[in-house]
């Protein structure tokens, strides 16, 4: 049964006999052969090459990398390899066996030579129960078996469903916590003093939106608007945003001692991956020379150079944004139907949102030709090298088109825009956005809403249904024709390879960077759900629902739509836990900002205790925040108006004066004392905040170790054994 287990399958279109093809893949094929590999040939609408290596391969990757334990105790017994840890080192092998011609497999594929190259899906009682208990959605609430998907993917892909199940589950509380502060948002609907004054003001007139065709209109009109803010914007926000601070680190530090657990069960704690990639050289060429650590200054000022271009390439489509959404703000408001100019501001920040979706899907594509093309410029010394630096400047990209646009309308939109008779324009026609008299914190909400909601639906639909689609056709493409039979021929027996490796063929392509695209979508959701939080508190909940659904969208690709991934041997989750620690501090910095520039947190604790009633009267039998709507707004001439603002006189027959959101005096339009108190107290909580933040990140880190007791004391049992069992062999006769 052994003997009909094929290691690896490569995939060749037929060539003519004596081309340029045939010739270079005979001499890749005989190359194998020289290294003792056995090779059987298919023919069918393509050539198929299985190929199986010896057994001598593996007992020397046992000999190089067994213990010395076990070296001492057991010098000449080997154990079967897992089949992992076979497909892997052949794998290596193959990507590394160079032609006469100096030509790898990678140069062979880009010049058409082979096809493709993949392992078998074996039909294993492993691969079964995975199929049946795992890759189902009925499975959804289930728990992983973890262990049988190390056995089948190898260690890389088992980390990270135990990664993304360990998220997935601390994410339940996060969620609990977010829908109780936004229910608790709800409850104060309407009884927020801030939104009583707005729903009240039915004779505050504010200034125009827009140079042409827009109004005076009264504060009372965006009663709803302010209900609407007042739910998301309140004292839980503030706690809330300091809860997900917490989370995120205990989050890390309770992974940290999961991964301690789980790679010490599976003998990898002390793994060391540079000498696993020496040995596979050393196997594959026993002359082979290690590549030496070198580092270029000139090279990293270049690629520094490239980088920091690119980032200012993503900001600049930002703000793209920014001008689209001041663009359409003022065509809606001089639209001729009358819903399109009363909801202009809310339909171009929705619609703007739709757009920042497009450029993230379009965006993701060329950030990842950018990267590649800048690592192949580094010339990285390793693969394990080479994908850090992947990681590291993908994310760095990745995060600037999905929260350039974000940070905009969080820390800039109706900051920079002036004020009426000096508005900031555009190109000297068209005025920046304003905020709402009740904030800009549901511009920012709304943004993420439909970002989330947007990537979670129709992602994972095309996520899904591509693979899906692709693997039905190339099914229907590649089914075997029936031939008719000859009158007295007998039927020829089909080779029982060749239905298993026409299968695997027809599934879809995985390549290097198949469980990257999963680690780093799952990582730009979790930036989603920590860094803005405190604008959106239901993003836990989203990602949580979105996750249980991922889990097994990823399992059923893996084991039913994709040809089988290489396995790849690991003991953590690699750099991608260095930039899940510097989103958890952007979260701090991020939720901070947010709570002190976009929300209306502090100018009205402000207000409360420099200004109010309570302050100025001593009148502790009203609410303390009573008057703040009339201290926020300040008040313009209309005789000032710049010359090409049209304000249709409406509903300011007097012609004297008009309300808008800033804190300025009304002779010269100056800022006042309060905007510089409220500016002031901005910076202290901010400063506050990120500091009691970063502390309690700290202790909590302190308080939980990244190791558990047990798996301390195990390694030190394991190290204690080891020891002892050397001292036997070298002095037997005094141990």
Same mark, same amino acid.
């Given at each position: 049964?052994?003997?009909?287990?094929?290691?690896? /399958?490569?995939?060749?279109? /037929?060539?003519?006999?004596?081309?340029?093809?045939?010739?270079?893949?005979?001499?890749?094929?005989?190359?194998?052969?020289?290294?003792?590999?056995?090779?059987?040939?298919?023919?069918?609408?393509?050539?198929?090459?299985?190929?199986?290596?010896?057994?001598?391969?593996?007992?020397?990757?046992?000999?190089?990398?067994?213990?010395?334990?076990?070296?001492?105790?057991?010098?000449?017994?080997?154990?079967?390899?897992?089949?992992?840890?076979?497909?892997?080192?052949?794998? %290596?092998?193959?990507?590394?066996?160079?032609?006469?011609?100096?030509?790898?497999?990678?140069?062979?594929?880009?010049?058409?030579?082979?096809? +493709?190259?993949?392992?078998?899906?074996?039909?294993?009682?492993?691969?079964? %129960?995975? *199929?049946?208990?795992?890759?189902?959605?009925?499975?959804?609430?289930?728990?992983?078996?973890?262990?049988?998907?190390?056995?089948?993917?190898?260690?890389?892909?088992?980390?990270?469903?135990?990664?993304?199940?360990?998220?997935?589950?601390?994410?339940?509380?996060?969620?609990?916590?977010?829908?109780? =502060?936004?229910?608790?948002?709800?409850?104060?609907?309407?009884?927020?003093?801030?939104?009583?004054?707005?729903?009240?003001?039915?004779?505050?007139?504010?200034?125009?939106?827009?140079?042409?065709?827009?109004?005076?209109?009264?504060?009372?009109?965006?009663?709803?608007? +302010?209900?609407?803010?007042?739910?998301?914007?309140?004292?839980?926000? =503030?706690?809330?945003?300091?809860?997900?601070?917490?989370?995120?680190?205990?989050?890390?530090?309770?992974?940290?001692?999961?991964?301690?657990?789980?790679?010490?069960?599976?003998?990898?704690?002390?793994?060391?991956?540079?000498?696993?990639? $020496?040995?596979?050289?050393?196997?594959?060429?026993?002359? &082979?020379?290690?590549?030496? !650590?070198?580092?270029?200054?000139?090279?990293?000022?270049?690629?520094?150079?490239?980088?920091?271009?690119?980032?200012?390439?993503?900001?600049?489509?930002?703000?793209?944004?920014?001008? !689209?959404? =001041?663009?359409?703000?003022?065509?809606?408001?001089?639209?001729?139907?009358?819903?399109?100019?009363?909801?202009?501001?809310?339909?171009?920040?929705?619609?703007?949102?739709?757009?920042?979706?497009?450029?993230?899907?379009?965006?993701?594509?060329?950030?990842?030709?950018?990267?590649?093309?800048?690592?192949?410029?580094?010339?990285?010394?390793?693969?394990?090298?080479?994908?850090?630096?992947?990681?590291?400047?993908? %994310?760095?990209?990745?995060?600037?088109?999905? %929260?350039?646009?974000?940070?905009?309308?969080?820390?800039?939109?109706?900051?920079?825009?002036? &004020? @009426?008779?000096?508005?900031?324009?555009?190109?000297?026609?068209?005025?920046?956005?304003?905020?709402?008299?009740?904030?800009?914190?549901?511009?920012?909400?709304?943004?993420?809403?439909?970002?989330?909601?947007?990537?979670?639906?129709?992602?994972?639909? #095309?996520?899904?249904?591509?693979?899906?689609? +692709?693997?039905?056709?190339?099914?229907?493409?590649?089914?075997?024709?029936?031939?008719?039979?000859?009158?007295?021929?007998?039927?020829?027996?089909?080779?029982?390879? *060749?239905?298993?490796?026409?299968?695997?063929?027809? $599934?879809?392509? #995985?390549?290097?960077?198949?469980?990257?695209?999963?680690?780093?979508?799952? #990582?730009?959701?979790?930036?989603?759900?920590?860094?803005?939080?405190?604008?959106?508190?239901?993003?836990?909940?989203?990602?949580?629902?979105?996750?249980?659904?991922?889990?097994?969208?990823?399992?059923?690709?893996?084991?039913?739509?994709?040809?089988?991934?290489?396995?790849?041997?690991?003991?953590?989750?690699?750099?991608?836990?260095?930039?899940?620690?510097?989103?958890?501090?952007?979260?701090?910095?991020?939720?901070?900002?947010?709570?002190?520039?976009?929300?209306?947190?502090?100018?009205?604790?402000?207000?409360?205790?420099?200004?109010?009633?309570?302050?100025?009267?001593?009148?502790?039998?009203?609410?303390?925040?009573?008057?703040?709507?009339?201290?926020?707004?300040?008040?313009?001439?209309?005789?000032?108006?710049? @010359?090409?603002?049209?304000?249709?006189?409406?509903?300011?027959?007097?012609?004297?004066?008009?309300?808008?959101?800033? !804190?300025?005096?009304?002779?010269?339009?100056? !800022?006042?004392?309060?905007?510089?108190?409220?500016?002031? +107290?901005?910076?202290?909580?901010?400063?506050?905040?990120?500091?009691?933040?970063?502390?309690?990140?700290? /202790?909590?880190?302190?308080? #939980? @170790?990244?190791?558990?007791? $047990?798996?301390?004391?195990?390694?030190?049992?394991?190290?204690?054994?080891?020891?002892?069992?050397?001292?036997?062999?070298?002095?037997?006769?005094?141990?």
């Amino acid at each position: 049964q052994d003997e009909e287990k094929w290691d690896f /399958i490569l995939v060749s279109d /037929i060539h003519e006999a004596g081309s340029e093809k045939e010739i270079k893949r005979k001499k890749f094929l005989d190359e194998l052969s020289k290294k003792g590999f056995t090779i059987k040939k298919i023919e069918d609408k393509k050539l198929f090459y299985g190929v199986r290596a010896p057994k001598q391969i593996f007992q020397k990757y046992q000999g190089l990398l067994r213990k010395p334990d076990n070296r001492l105790q057991n010098p000449n017994v080997h154990q079967d390899v897992p089949v992992t840890t076979r497909i892997r080192i052949v794998n %290596f092998i193959l990507q590394n066996t160079t032609t006469p011609d100096l030509e790898k497999l990678h140069d062979l594929m880009k010049k058409k030579v082979f096809e +493709a190259t993949f392992p078998l899906h074996e039909k294993e009682e492993v691969r079964e %129960f995975l *199929k049946e208990k795992w890759a189902r959605w009925r499975g959804i609430f289930c728990q992983q078996p973890i262990e049988k998907i190390r056995c089948y993917f190898g260690e890389k892909v088992a980390l990270y469903f135990a990664w993304l199940g360990w998220y997935t589950y601390l994410l339940g509380i996060a969620a609990v916590v977010g829908m109780v =502060v936004f229910v608790a948002g709800i409850t104060v609907f309407s009884s927020s003093q801030v939104s009583k004054e707005i729903c009240e003001a039915s004779n505050t007139i504010m200034c125009p939106l827009c140079d042409q065709k827009c109004s005076f209109w009264l504060l009372s009109d965006t009663c709803t608007y +302010a209900k609407v803010t007042h739910m998301i914007d309140n004292e839980g926000t =503030v706690l809330f945003a300091m809860f997900m601070a917490i989370w995120a680190t205990v989050f890390l530090e309770l992974w940290k001692r999961q991964r301690a657990t789980v790679v010490t069960d599976w003998d990898l704690y002390r793994w060391d991956e540079e000498e696993e990639e $020496l040995a596979m050289e050393l196997i594959n060429n026993l002359q &082979h020379e290690p590549q030496q !650590y070198q580092h270029s200054y000139f090279r990293s000022t270049i690629i520094l150079l490239l980088v920091l271009l690119m980032i200012a390439v993503l900001i600049g489509i930002a703000h793209a944004l920014v001008i !689209y959404r =001041v663009i359409a703000m003022a065509l809606f408001t001089q639209s001729n139907f009358a819903f399109l100019r009363e909801q202009a501001n809310t339909i171009a920040v929705m619609t703007g949102a739709v757009l920042h979706y497009i450029t993230i899907v379009i965006m993701t594509k060329v950030n990842r030709r950018v990267a590649l093309y800048l690592c192949d410029l580094e010339k990285p010394r390793t693969f394990s090298q080479r994908e850090n630096n992947f990681t590291v400047k993908i %994310f760095t990209f990745q995060f600037f088109t999905n %929260f350039s646009s974000l940070i905009y309308i969080a820390f800039f939109l109706g900051r920079i825009n002036g &004020h @009426p008779g000096n508005y900031v324009r555009i190109a000297g026609k068209w005025r920046l956005e304003e905020c709402h008299p009740s904030g800009c914190i549901t511009d920012l909400f709304i943004q993420m809403a439909i970002i989330m909601l947007l990537k979670q639906t129709i992602s994972n639909v #095309v996520e899904y249904l591509v693979p899906w689609i +692709a693997h039905k056709l190339r099914k229907k493409q590649q089914r075997p024709k029936k031939r008719r039979m000859i009158l007295g021929e007998e039927e020829e027996a089909e080779d029982p390879c *060749k239905r298993q490796w026409l299968s695997n063929y027809q $599934l879809n392509e #995985v390549n290097i960077f198949s469980l990257f695209d999963e680690f780093l979508e799952m #990582v730009i959701q979790y930036s989603f759900t920590t860094i803005f939080v405190a604008a959106f508190p239901l993003a836990p909940l989203l990602a949580f629902c979105n996750n249980l659904f991922e889990i097994r969208l990823d399992a059923i690709k893996m084991m039913r739509l994709c040809r089988r991934m290489v396995p790849r041997k690991a003991n953590d989750i690699g750099i991608w836990l260095h930039v899940l620690e510097a989103i958890g501090i952007l979260a701090v910095i991020g939720n901070g900002l947010v709570i002190a520039i976009t929300s209306d947190f502090i100018p009205i604790q402000v207000y409360k205790y420099m200004y109010s009633p309570c302050m100025t009267e001593n009148n502790t039998g009203v609410d303390c925040s009573t008057g703040y709507i009339n201290h926020s707004l300040s008040i313009f001439r209309i005789q000032d108006f710049e @010359p090409y603002t049209n304000g249709e006189p409406g509903l300011a027959p007097t012609g004297l004066c008009c309300r808008y959101r800033d !804190y300025r005096n009304a002779d010269d339009y100056s !800022y006042t004392v309060q905007f510089w108190h409220i500016f002031a +107290a901005r910076l202290a909580f901010l400063i506050l905040f990120e500091h009691v933040a970063l502390c309690v990140k700290l /202790i909590a880190a302190w308080y #939980v @170790p990244d190791v558990p007791q $047990l798996v301390k004391n195990q390694l030190l049992d394991r190290k204690h054994s080891n020891l002892h069992e050397e001292l036997r062999w070298v002095m037997p006769q005094k141990v």
